[in-house]
């Protein structure tokens, strides 16, 4: 049996973790600001990090919640503004955890495709016309999660004008952004127009996801709302990873840090994106994303899906396709990168065009 | 105006937490098991610390799981296992918290009053004899939040007894038991019966409450279900405080920490019973603790409730004695002594004193 290569979830790799800053970051808070740290809090977050967050997005401090990662927010944010019934609009493919959260308050849930990852936008203005207005249209716009695309410039603001028009609230997901490999950046949807906006993001793939820091930007009357069931829930999030994350962004270093992971990261796409052409060429389609974590992997119509016994034989696993759509998925593939060498990502698609080869072969 | 004397949140005093020594925990265990602890990991909580809690409880590993606090892990075992119209049972008073969270499921709330610190049993059990048999009894046996009294052997065994019979489950919520200033502890529910007992507990009041860190020993098939909802709800809880908790614990000085609290507190107990005893004769009746954060006073039904304005004039602040009730309450008075020197204990109880003659005078 050959050594697994796993694309699964998308978590980076433990050699990017800045240990030994840390340690000075924890010695540091904990001397200074132990006393805070080390007590209740305000159920909004850890007070230096929030400040620090609102300056860098350049909002009011009330507008900003801190929690233990962002799907734990968006789950507040969902029982305290959703209700059965309501309308989410997702992109499909689209991240799978948030659709497990949503689906929780049983919305009327309405998927558009992404073609040549862009959203089909004529979908949406012809259900909007028809009269469902969603409650929130949640978007990856940058290196979609699990897509790998970049929502661009004419349909960021086509949909804030849709936003504006119909009155819902576009919730951004980008906790890839700063992970830009090549290209240029777009205006994020939130700098667009921070009134349409929620915008969440974390810093499991900037810093640590263990720390287990995500924080939302919203309407003052939603965060009220949420930081309020957030007491009612856990009084406050832990405060010590906030601490020394905030700390680590005040000694100034984070875009070393940063420009690191790019280098990194950057060469390991290249390796996966090379092997593609050279192995999945005539299988399928997919984006060829300058940033983030993840490539999308559309299997043609006539090739078969992917099955998880065979891959399994072959010393590969993938994420199920279909948990990152309403409906269908299976012949999706989701590839993170980040986390596999250049080696395994090379070997990793090679493999799989074997498995595809196989199980195609009549 | 004088000084404000807030006798409101059980909260610990900054100046009992272990600073020094919570430096050395995270130096060591960034540098030893970063790795882990600053990657994703599992939803019940840091490896580390759930072995080292289920060999000091004798449970199986997988029975526990470890959160954000116990509050929030409440709220996840309300979540998996609590539906509309189930009937929750109560002590009352109780803590103001679980009641919020229950509330949620819109539960078939009991309410049993506490007399002289015992529930009455036998309102339980005509109760139960009517066909109304809770799926959980949520009871905090020793010194309770917020009344400071402590389950007697026989009440507990009664309770397990009809448990057993009526085949419900107790929730023994006991993150002040270590906290004991004079006497014998009596056996937990939880040691007495592991089978009919939840025990939820945390380190809030031993350690720091900032790290946020509780746990939970549930029968398997809950805490299976608690787990799977928490990886679908926030991923896993933040690591870096669990570990450096558990580091610390592994030093072996807990004892001795604990040791420092309980004489700490004591005299803060004395300070504040030998106060109720000159200044409140005659208005109310209160337990004895011995341990825990609280003195729950009972005002006597000829005395007119606490008027928070001129509570306030007299430099007082207390929580709303009704949030510990379903119903009434507003002749109750929470006193966590723990955070108030012994003098702010003594000033407090005086001015109480001032504060029911002037508004009893008539």
Redesign the interface.
């Known amino acids: 049996m050959k050594d697994l290569i796993a694309f699964t979830?998308g978590?980076?790799p433990?050699e990017t973790?800045p240990?030994q800053q840390?340690?000075e970051c924890?010695?540091r808070v904990?001397?200074k600001r132990?006393?805070?740290?080390?007590?209740?809090?305000s159920a909004a977050g850890y007070g230096p990090l929030r400040e620090y967050l609102a300056q860098k997005y350049a909002v009011e401090v009330d507008r900003l919640v801190i929690g233990?990662?962002s799907?734990?927010l968006l789950?507040l944010l969902c029982r305290v503004s959703l209700e059965a019934g309501d309308s989410v609009f997702v992109e499909q493919p689209t991240y799978d955890?948030p659709l497990?959260?949503f689906r929780r308050a049983q919305p009327d849930f309405r998927g558009f495709n992404l073609c040549d990852g862009q959203i089909d936008i004529e979908a949406v203005k012809t259900i909007l016309e028809n009269g469902t207005i969603p409650k929130y249209f949640y978007v990856i716009p940058d290196f979609q999660n699990p897509n790998g695309s970049v929502m661009g410039l004419d349909q960021r603001l086509v949909l804030i004008e849709l936003a504006k028009k119909y009155r819902f609230l576009i919730i951004e997901d980008n906790p890839y952004r700063h992970l830009r490999y090549e290209g240029t950046a777009l205006p994020s949807l939130f700098e667009l127009s921070s009134d349409d906006v929620i915008h969440m993001s974390s810093f499991?793939k900037l810093l640590?996801?263990?720390?287990?820091?995500g924080f939302m930007i919203l309407p003052k009357d939603l965060s009220k709302k949420m930081i309020d069931f957030a007491n009612?829930?856990?009084?406050?999030?832990?405060?010590?990873?906030q601490a020394?994350a905030v700390d680590f962004f005040e000694q100034g270093t984070l875009d070393q840090h940063i420009g690191k992971l790019i280098n990194l990261y950057r060469s390991r796409l290249q390796a996966l994106l090379s092997a593609l052409d050279k192995h999945l060429k005539g299988y399928g389609e997919w984006v060829r994303p300058q940033g983030g974590f993840f490539v999308g992997l559309h299997l043609s119509d006539h090739i078969a899906p992917i099955d998880p016994e065979l891959a399994a034989k072959y010393g590969l696993a993938f994420s199920d396709g279909r948990g990152f759509f309403l409906n269908g998925g299976s012949r999706f593939v989701r590839l993170p990168f980040c986390a596999l060498t250049e080696d395994q990502n090379k070997q990793g698609i090679e493999r799989l065009g074997e498995v595809i080869s196989a199980s195609n072969k009549d």
């Open positions: 979830r978590v980076p433990v973790f240990n840390l340690i924890a010695e904990i001397s132990g006393d805070d740290i080390l007590q209740y809090g233990q990662g799907l734990e789950d955890r497990v959260i499991s640590s996801p263990g720390l287990r820091i009612d829930t856990y009084i406050c999030p832990s405060f010590l990873g020394v």
